[in-house]
């Protein structure tokens, strides 16, 4: 990691064309990057970038719900390259029952209608806090940025065994964080 690399994590993305946040009750977007299974529903998280502490405890959180639901998929998605994250899961922990998928691009974030973020939402004084708390509490500090934005927006849904999203969860600050057990209920597992 060089300190190029960090602050080139700083400057402010190409902004991509982005659809609307899928509505429940709609069809989920289809990509070859991610496809959704006719007999297992989905949970997909788009990150913050590698590095940042609130996509390292959603990630986390994603595994956890994962190791729990074998019926369930469960995939996470990068906009870091594929070395950096390749590098962060491991730093991380693992994969575990997730499956990590890498969009460097960020044309599966504009699919799902993520696009990039505000100074507000990355640097409000709530975030601020919240990150010292992260790392504080739970001992989940940053980590070196090696590659991605950290103004692209972050946000998590749930989609049934037939495509249609059952919920949706759309960070309105770094900071706010999704509780995969609503993305569990929506699909109408207990536990």
């Known amino acids: 990691m060089t300190s190029q690399q960090e ?8 902004a ?3 659809s609307p946040v899928p509505e429940v009750g709609t ?3 289809t990509s070859q990057k991610v496809s959704f299974s006719n007999e297992k529903p989905t949970v997909i998280t788009f990150l913050r970038h590698c590095g940042c502490p ?27 390259n594929k ?19 890498v969009d460097a691009d960020r044309d599966l974030y504009a699919q799902w209608g993520l696009g990039v973020s505000s100074l507000w939402h990355v640097l409000n004084p709530v975030s601020l806090y919240s990150v010292y708390q992260l790392g504080k509490k739970e001992k989940i500090w940053n980590r070196p940025t090696e590659s991605g934005t950290r ?6 849904f749930a989609v ?5 999203v059952k919920w949706t969860r759309v960070a309105r600050t770094a900071d706010d964080l999704p509780d995969f057990q609503d ?9």
Do not use: C, Y
């Open 7 to 14: 602050w080139d994590s700083w400057m402010f993305p190409k």
């Open 16 to 18: 991509l064309t982005t």
């Open 27 to 29: 069809k989920a977007p």
């Open 54 to 80: 609130f996509a390292e405890k959603t990630f986390d959180d994603l595994r956890k719900v994962a190791g729990k639901h074998p019926e369930v998929n469960f995939v996470a998605v990068s906009h870091s």
């Open 83 to 101: 070395e950096a994250t390749d590098k962060w899961i491991e730093s991380v922990g693992g994969e575990w029952d997730t499956h990590v998928v």
């Open 151 to 156: 103004w692209q927006s972050s946000g998590s």
């Open 160 to 164: 049934d065994k037939d495509g249609i």
């Open 183 to 191: 993305a569990m209920k929506a699909l109408g597992i207990e536990g």
